[in-house]
Each structure stands twice: as structure tokens, then as C-alpha cells.
């Protein structure tokens, strides 16, 4: 008898999960494994990890909450320390699996990952759906290469042809049975405790449908277009971010809940703008796919290298939150004591690093994939890309004044006191090469 493999991606939930009711419709026994690849850990090239201490938290938490679930029918989640590729293949030729669940994946590499792994073994049937984003690729007006060359066109193109956002679907009534035993969790995984990370934050399906539930409760909704653009505060801007980015919650299930406070309460501009933010998502998804690799490219999808460098010292003050500009300070310690910051934040500090530093943005983009909670392959390159002016946006880039920003977002130095942005300092101590500069 052959057997049947889930790998969980970025796909963790039992709600709303069109992969789950494809391998439930088969009867022989299944095993749900997710992957903790050991290169997370590793430092890069560009001087950060792929998976900081707070997303990794929040992710082991998520994991938990599935294994939990997934118990309530008889069922469980294997969590295995080594890369997809090895654990699929320890399942092909030691459990006799032929048939693999996986979502469609939206990031170069995962895409070559599980490429690789269809190349590999022959006969392994690859069932995929799509779990991450709002649209099926049928429903698109355009073909994956024909993506629109900005998102405003996009936008008009979506708001014109209107194509139809499914409902979501129930959590399954039943799971096939476990084809092997439940496992403890490696010990060679990074420990929590080692961290000792404080966060807001918890990951999981649960806590994702009671922020749902609870965001819609109030009026923030009704508010959102007046508050998103807060340095700080929990209910200024939606948060949705940081459980649609592994699964927990679906981008589906955010519209539903939209569309049903509108239909209680009204809609007006500020629950549009939560449409309009999410179909941002849906763009820079698409994005992802359209252009592969180019998305991690330093002259991104153009033909032409930016005007920048790399000084270590000046990355590093970037980083620490210790850069001539309070609101950035105050945003990278905000960044770097939460694994959260504002989307306001973000351009700022993202303008900061390209235009007043003149530092190659692929760093900052790496950074941010390291401490981010919500970090999403394609919205933080994308959006890296869009400010440095080598993605999608016909401007040169985009430069914020900083000294205006502070004037238009926090006037009274609220932000920058609470989270100590004034510990300035000077820039160049050393050269491009990291060679110390003469007084």
C-alpha cells in the first residue's frame, strides 16, 4: 500500500485550507510534517539570519497550536530539524510514500525546492492548491508573465473586472489516519528559553481567529484610514500581518469578516483601505512569481545597479538603532525589542538605509527577514525593492524627509522618547572598506 505525505508551509491552519480537503478526500494513512530547515539558523551573506529569535518563537507556537489541533482528530504534526528535501525523502524510500501535499509556493527558492524534489523521485504524485493568497491564478484577468508593470494599474484592472472571492471553507470534519507514531520534537532546535523572548505576539490558528474576531468587534475598522499610518498602538493598523505570513489565518478569511462588518456597520473609505492594503499583498505575491530570483537581485528587475555601497559601521548603526535620525532609532528599537514595526516605520527606516546611508537595500531587506514576526518573501522584497526604485514604481525610488516625517507622525516626540531614539551618533568612523577615517 502506498502512503500519503502533508508538508506544511506556510499553511498553518485547519481552517480555510483547500490542500487539507484535497487530502482528506483519501483514506490511506497520511503524515503532517513541517520542516525546521538548520540554514534558517545560519548567517547569510548579508550579515543576518534568515530566522530571528521573535519570528521563531512565534512560529514554534503556531506549530504547537497545529500539533494540538491536528490531535483532536486522532491525528498529530511531525516537526523534523533538516531540510524538506531529506525528510521527503526519508518518507519515499522508508514509508513507501507516493503522493505529496504541498502548497503552492510563492518564493524562488521554495518554488526550486520543491522543483528539485519532483524531479527527484519520479513517481511521487505532487498535489498542490493555494492556501496564501486571495486569488486562484484562473481567476486572474492576466497571465502570471503579463503581471501589470505597477499596482495601481493592477488595482484597476481588479477593481474593473471584480473577479470573485471564494468563501472559505470549513475545517474538515475528518482527517486520515497517522501513518507513523508522534515524535518528539528535536532537541536539536533552538530553545526558546535560550532567548528569553518577551512578545506581544502568539502564533497559531486560535490566536489568529480571536484577533479577527476581536478587531472587528470595535471601530477600528471604521478608523483604519485615519490611524494606519501611527508609529505605535496595537489597534492602529490591522496586524493581519503576522498570521497571514505563516498560515494562521487566511487571506480569505480576513475579506469575509470585512465584508460582514460592512454589511452591519457600513463601509466607508477606511474599511476599503483595508481591501486596498491587502490587495498590496496580493500584488508583491504575484510579483514574487512573475520575476523568480530578480527579487533578491541588487538592480532588482531593471537593468540598472543603484548608486550604493556597503559600510559595515554605517550598517551597523542602521541595525542597533544608533544612526544620526531619532524616528529611525526609534523604529529599529521598536523593530528590535518586538519583532514589529508600523508600515510607516518601515519606509522610513527602509529610506533611511538607501538614500542617507547609501547602503545596498538587500541588507536592510535581509535584516528585516530575520527580525520581522510577519515576514513574507515577496511583500518585504518587493517592498524593499519598490523604495530602493529597482521594483515596481516608475519613480527613481522613494525619499522621505525625515525631519518632515517626524513633524507628520510624531510631533511631540512621543515615539522617539518611549523607545529611546535620541541616543544619536555620528557617521564614518571608517571608510567603505572598513579602514578607520582620519579626524
Known sequence: MTHSLYWFTHDLRLN??????????????????????????????????????YRWQFLVSALRDLDAQLKS?????????????????????H??????????????????SLSAIGNTFDDLKINQANTFTLYDEHQLPFSGNDLPATFSKFRKIIEHHEPQILAPINTP?????????????????????????????????????EHLNHYFTGDAASNYKQTRNALDGVENSTKFSLWLANGNLSVRQIIAALHDYEQKHGANDST????????????????????GKKLFSFKGIGSKKPLTSFYSQRFKQWCLG??????????????????????R????????????????????????????????????????????????????GRHFNLAKQTQMYDPHNTFINHWRGNNVQSLDSSDAADWPLSS
Open 345 to 396: 516605520g518601515r519606509q522610513l527606516v527602509a529610506s533611511c538605509l538607501v538614500h542617507e546611508l547609501n547602503l545596498d537595500w538587500r541588507f536592510g531587506a535581509a535584516y528585516f527577514e530575520q527580525q520581522l514576526i510577519d515576514y513574507d518573501v515577496a511583500a518585504n522584497w518587493g517592498n524593499w525593492q519598490y523604495l530602493a526604485g529597482v521594483g515596481a514604481d516608475p519613480r527613481a
Open 95 to 112: 514509508h513507501n510514500v507516493r503522493t505529496l501535499y504541498c502548497s503552492e509556493q510563492i518564493g524562488f527558492n521554495e518554488r526550486q
Open 73 to 93: 482528530y486522532g491525528q498529530h504534526l511531525v516537526v523534523y530539524h533538516q531540510p524538506a528535501y531529506e525528510v521527503i525523502s526519508h518518507y519515499y524510500h
Open 272 to 291: 476599503y483601505w483595508i481591501f486596498f492594503e491587502l490587495l498590496w499583498r496580493e500584488y508583491f505575491q504575484l510579483y514574487s512569481v512573475c520575476y
Open 322 to 343: 544608533t544612526t544620526p535620525y531619532p524616528i529611525v532609532n526609534a523604529c529599529m528599537k521598536q523593530l528590535n525589542q518586538t519583532g514589529y514595526m508600523s508600515n
Open 16 to 53: 480555510d485550507n483547500q490542500l487539507l480537503k484535497l487530502a482528506c478526500e483519501q483514506k490511506t494513512p497520511l503524515s503532517f510534517v513541517y520542516c525546521v530547515d538548520p540554514k534558517w539558523f545560519k548567517t547569510t551573506r548579508f550579515s543576518s539570519q534568515t530566522m530571528g529569535k
Open 173 to 209: 470534519t475528518y482527517l486520515p489516519p497517522p501513518l507513523i507514531a508522534p515524535m518528539p520534537w528535536p532537541k536539536t532546535l533552538p530553545e526558546i528559553k535560550k532567548w528569553a523572548v518577551s512578545s506581544q505576539f502568539i502564533g497559531g490558528e486560535q490566536a489568529a481567529m
